[in-house]
Each structure stands twice: as C-alpha cells, then as structure tokens.
C-alpha cells in the first residue's frame, strides 16, 4: 500500500525560507493531482497550494500566494513547496495529499490519501 511522507519542517525565523518535501511510495505520483494543507494550533486546516498531474498547473490559498511555490518532479514521485517570506501565521502542521480526480480541488474532502504531516514554526 502507498503512502506520502512528508518532510523538511523545521523551526524558523520570520522572513526565512523552507522548502517542503512529500515523496510518494507505492503509488505513482503522476497519476494524481497534488496538495498541501495546513493545520494550525486550534484551527481546521485549510488549502494551501495544489498542482495538476503534469505541473502546468498550479492554484494558491490568497494567504501564500507569491510567496510559497508548489512544484513536482514525476520522475521521483515528490512534490515540493518552497515557502519564501515565511511569517508566524504560516506556523503549521503541513500535510501533503494526493487526488486521484481530473480537476484541482481546494476542499480537502476530495483528496484520497494523505501524509502524516511535518511541523513547520516561525518565529519572530
């Protein structure tokens, strides 16, 4: 059975950079459009960023947008997010997860499998 393993979380400063990483095991990767949400403390957790199965196409949360960067490499089964500018507010649990429908969807109830998640904090 597949799975999403995510990492690259860490604790950072405000203004820092970090870049995510969900490699996909047992399952091709292509096949599936990819996201990545996030949860903080005493919050439901929201889209973050999502791209299509060949990478030409991507779509932002209005909170990230110009700042975080969602990529993929079929070729290693991973997809990535590059967080730039990173604030406080950007401190989360992020989860990476994969969509086996033909269309980008921000609501997470229409992605099938899921990561175990990677804490990212930023400090001020």
């Known amino acids: 059975q597949g799975q999403l393993v995510e990492s690259g979380g860490g604790l950072v400063q405000a203004g820092d950079s970090l870049r995510l990483s969900c490699a996909a095991s047992?399952?091709?990767?292509?096949?599936?459009?990819m996201g990545w949400f996030r949860q903080a403390p005493g919050k439901e957790r929201e889209f973050v960023a999502a791209i299509n199965r060949s990478g030409g196409r991507t779509v932002y949360a209005d909170s990230v947008k110009d700042r975080f960067t969602i990529s993929r490499n079929n070729a290693k089964n991973t997809v990535y997010l590059q967080m730039n500018s990173l604030k406080p507010e950007d401190t989360a649990v992020y989860y990476c997860a994969a969509d086996s429908s033909i269309i980008i969807h921000l609501d997470q109830t229409a992605y099938d499998y899921w990561g175990q998640g990677t804490q990212v904090t930023v400090s001020s």
């Open positions: 047992g399952r091709t990767s292509s096949r599936y459009i």
